[in-house]
Structures are given as C-alpha cells and as structure tokens.
C-alpha cells in the first residue's frame, strides 16, 4: 500500500529486509527541495509540506494551483534554482498530460538555469548529498523527455548521468531515499529497452522495482512519483494484479486524478478485464472533454480504447456511439496526421458494425 510518509517521523527501510513498480514514455519524476541555507540544500520540514501539497495538485490535474504555489515559494539563490526545477516539473507534467509538448524550450531554459547552479554547488560542496540528488533530477527529467520523442541514445546518456549523481548522493547519506526513485526507473527501464539489443548486460529490472519500493516506503515526498513509475513498471511485467492496486490507491488519493486513470485503464487493457477498462478509458475520454484547450490526441485514443472494449463485449450500438463521437471532433492536422491508423481502424470497426447489423447479428 502506498502511504503518504510523515514529514517529521520517517519509517526508515533497511537495506536487509526483503523487497519484493509508464512506460519511460510517461514517467515523470517531481522530485522538488527547498534549500535549508547553509552548507547543504536539504530542504525543512516547513518547505517540505508546500512541496508535498504541490504534488497533491498536480497529481489531481490541478496544474494552475501548483503554479500557484511555487510562487509563494521564496528561492533567492541565484538563478532561482529550486522555482525552475520545481516549475520545469510542473511543466513536464502539464505536457505529458496533454500530449503538447509547445513548452518544450521553457522547460529545458529552466532545467539548464537550475543545472548550472546545482553544478557549481557540488563543486564548491562536494559532501552535500542534496546537490548531487538534485543535479541527478534535472539529468533524470532529460532523460524521460528524449525517452518521450525517441531519442534513444540522448535518453540513454542523460540516464546514466543521473544514475551517476543519484549513487553519489547515496553514497554520502545512504537515508536519502528519494534517489532511489531515478534509481529504480533507471534500472529498470535501461533493462527493458537495452536488454533486447544487449543481452550482455546485467538484467535490473527486478533491482530497480526494489529500488522504487524503497522510494515508496520510506522517502521524503517522492512516495507518489516511484508509486507511478512501480505501477508502470509492473503493467510492463504483465503483473496488472499489483499495478491496479497501486493505481487505486492513488485513485483515491488523488480524487480521480488522471495519472491513476492512465494506470487503471492501461492495466486492465493489458489484462484483458474489458468491462473495467471500457470504464477507466470513459472517465478519462470525460475528464478531457471537460478541458477547454486541447490538441485532442489523448482525446481521441481514450474514445478509440473505449470503442473497442464495447465492440468486443458485443454492445455494437454503443460501440458505434463511441466511435462517431471519436469522428466528430474537430481535431487539428497534426494531430489527426499522428492518428492515422487509428482514424483507418475506427472506420473499419464501424464498417464491421455496420456488417453485424445487416447480417442481423
């Protein structure tokens, strides 16, 4: 079960107990510190509890308020490295969950504005765990972004430069569990992708779904970001038992947010629980028809999903009704170009509904 952890009282997990986790694609990694001036960049338990709230909102799709939020944080360090983290993660997400990447160059200005300074800090600090943590986030949401756009060989370099500085931050405070959420969606990730080009290499996967449940049980608020990255994990592994459970709790957790729908409905696609997923894929395809901006891309793979669960539970009429309402939005050239096969398939899925009914079936 997933628990939102104490921000005073930590359980700690030992490294000798037995731990039994998106695809990279939509993996994102808030992992957000307010500094504690001083010789480190460990952040209070004060600033601690706005981050925490900060993923609240963003894992309930409430983006705006997050954005809010970060405002109210005071980060005088030069180059506001900690406000451009925090909001190229905002960013990341906000992006991710419209399949609308036009913030592209905003989100690299503020991850390259936090890394120089998170750089010169290790240098000049080079026993501060927290600087090595946060360097390795800004390389790790680089790596889940050219992940995103197929960019293998960028996602495989800036990945192991966050593996890099995530260790080193381990390597110095062992208790900074937060790390082994890039940790355990590095090693497990870099294990599926490459493992099939490279069967030489060392297999992770089950090391990093270890390393996520580590970032679950007992980090300082990256409990949420490695419960997705687990859930993700497990779908990949065909153990859609545990991922649906996961995705649950963060149902509940985040009112309906639209991480934990992409979990469920995803989970039960690939478990083949049609019933469960036609409904996760139609309070998504909801979710979306209530935004007033949008590019229509998840829109329409939600509809085509949820189509195609009616059609094989054989409720033809409503599989129809589906599949017109995919048809009938106005969606942009761009992304009815990026929809083509599914576009083609609807039209024969209609065409075979149209058959059944002729035939009186």
Known sequence: MIRNNSIVKRSRA??????ISGTITFIFIPLFYIPAFGVSLRPDESRIAVVVKVIDHVFSDSFETAYSMVETINDTLPGRPFYNLITASILHAEMTDAEDFSEKDSFFSRLNSSKKF????????????????????VHAYKSVWHGQHKSWLKTLIEGLKARGKFARALEIDPGLYDAYAGLGNFHFWSSVKLGKYLPILKDNREKGLSELRLAIDSSYFSSRPAATGLAWALINQGRFS???????ELHKQSSGGRVSLWILGSAYW????????????????????????????????????????????????????????????????????????????????????????????
């Open 14 to 19: 030992r490294f000798h107990r037995k731990i």
């Open 118 to 137: 998170f750089q010169k800090w290790i240098k000049n600090n080079p026993g501060d765990p927290w600087g090595y943590y946060f360097l390795g986030t």
């Open 270 to 361: 690939r478990w083949g629980r049609l019933k469960k997923a036609e409904s996760f894929y139609g309070e998504l395809a909801e979710s979306f028809d209530r935004q007033e901006k949008q590019n229509y891309y998840n829109l329409v793979f939600c509809r085509y999903r949820r189509g195609i669960c009616l059609f094989l539970m054989k409720k033809y009429e409503d599989a129809r009704l589906e599949f017109d309402t995919l048809l009938s939005y106005d969606v942009p050239k761009k992304t009815r170009d990026r929809h083509k096969k599914t576009y083609e398939k609807t039209k024969e899925y209609l065409e075979k509904i149209d058959r059944r009914f002729e035939n009186g079936k």
């Open 242 to 248: 545990e991922a649906s459970k996961i995705g649950m």
